[in-house]
């Protein structure tokens, strides 16, 4: 095969030109005098696949435009449906850009609600009766959905079709106070990786997510007060790395917890009905020596779980009294405290995080380990604020607690 020759170089008097060999045409058809007619919709498609949901919209200006358009893969993009006027652009997206990966249900304008679904609450029915109605169903035509999120939706009932999105990767319900669902419903998302529902009327036993046990990631469920079940039952989810179950009915106890129990999490948040989880009970304070004994190997070993955990003397408690500062209690929880490898723990109010002197468990690491340096850097930030109840590692009597008091304020 000859070699390719290079420019050459004519001089002419004072000028000198350059001879440069032919470039192939880069046109897309490789035709120089290629047509808009020449793309195929194919091609299209591909090109509308890095625009965004209403650039699309807005150029589909004849009919092959349109067509690519149905058949494009909508990149994941911010649409949110906060208005009757982005509700009707969605309505012409549900037959023009069924692909669309990503959408965002919220509030509608005032005197605007969504079709009631089953079994609405009644009170709520009567008070949007006169509202304008709006079909929630269009949004059964975007099959390919990957992200779903409804946030202050005016929502009321059961939708079933919220439920029935074989692709979709991520839900999230937030502050939907009038939708109703049972957590055995989720059987219709197959790939579901990350689940969010804070204030709304699910239900149901966390047992039911074990449809979803290869593929969770994510799940938070809280403010949810219907969802029971004892989270050992997600144990051994193989890729879940972050539970939050806060304010809900989920029981369970914390010390059942093994070591191939949740491999994979990070983070982890659990209600008050577990033992051991955020705002567990107990009864006298002379019990939390032997409650901080017990959870105190789990702290050492896997930290991770006790993280999030702040308990707290029960209210019924004969230890317990009023505090004078409002909107705060006095030092009547306890959680975990670390500074680099040494351990103890707090008593801290339960809103403004007050606290009383550190109780260490650990001894203080040797002045010549690798672990001092992080030790007097971390134990700085604990004692930053510095001791508010200084003096004391437990909380006050309540005679000690007023005159406490009555000495600050002087």
């Not at 239900?203 to 219907?226: A, M, P, W, Y």
């Not at 989270?231 to 010390?255: H, K, Q, W």
């Not at 033992?275 to 702290?299: A, K, N, W």
Request: charged share 25%; glycine share 8%; hydrophobic share 35%.
């Amino acid at each position: 095969m000859p070699r390719p020759k290079k420019p050459r170089l004519i001089d002419a008097s004072s000028e000198a030109v350059v001879v440069l060999p032919p470039r192939r045409s880069r046109r897309i058809t490789g035709r120089p005098d290629a047509t808009f007619d020449d793309l195929g919709v194919d091609l299209i498609a591909i090109i509308y696949g890095f625009l965004g949901p209403f650039d699309i919209m807005r150029s589909r200006l004849c009919k092959k435009l349109r067509k690519a358009a149905t058949t494009t893969t909508v990149p994941p993009t911010d649409f949110v449906v906060d208005s009757v006027i982005k509700y009707n652009a969605m309505r012409a997206m549900a037959t023009a850009l069924p692909n669309l990966q990503q959408i965002e249900i919220g509030d509608l304008d005032g005197g605007h609600k969504y079709s009631d679904g089953e079994d609405p609450d009644e009170g709520r029915a009567a008070k949007t009766a006169n509202f304008i109605t709006h079909d929630i169903e269009i949004l059964s035509g975007f099959r390919n959905l990957r992200l779903l999120s409804l946030y202050i939706a005016p929502l009321n009932g059961r939708y079933p079709l919220l439920f029935q999105f074989p692709l979709l990767q991520k839900l999230e319900i937030d502050n939907c106070g009038n939708l109703k669902f049972d957590l055995e419903i989720l059987a219709g998302l197959p790939v579901l990786e990350e689940l969010y529902c804070n204030r709304n009327q699910s239900s149901g036993n966390i047992n039911s997510l074990r449809v979803l046990k290869d593929t969770l990631t994510k799940v938070t469920i809280r403010d949810c007060f219907e969802v029971q079940g004892n989270f050992m039952d997600l144990a051994d989810f193989p890729r879940l790395n972050e539970l939050n179950l806060l304010e809900t009915e989920v029981s369970g106890d914390i010390r059942d917890i093994g070591e191939r129990d949740f491999l994979a999490l990070e983070t982890l948040t659990l209600p008050k009905g577990v033992y051991g989880g955020m705002g567990f009970q107990f009864q006298r304070i002379s019990d939390v020596p032997g409650i901080i004994s017990t959870l105190y190997p789990i702290y050492k070993q896997r930290p991770i779980l006790l993280k999030d955990s702040l308990a707290e003397l029960s209210m019924g408690s004969p230890d317990w009294y009023r505090g004078v500062v409002r909107h705060d209690t006095p030092p009547f929880g306890i959680e975990f405290v670390a500074a680099g490898s040494r351990v103890g723990y707090q008593w801290k109010t339960l809103h403004l995080f007050s606290a009383c002197e550190v109780i260490w468990l650990d001894p203080e690491p040797d002045r010549e380990s690798i672990d001092y340096e992080k030790y007097i850097e971390e134990l700085k930030e604990i004692e930053q604020y510095g001791y508010f109840y200084h003096g004391f590692q437990q909380p006050p009597t309540e005679e000690e607690y007023h005159h406490f008091w009555a000495e600050r304020r002087g």
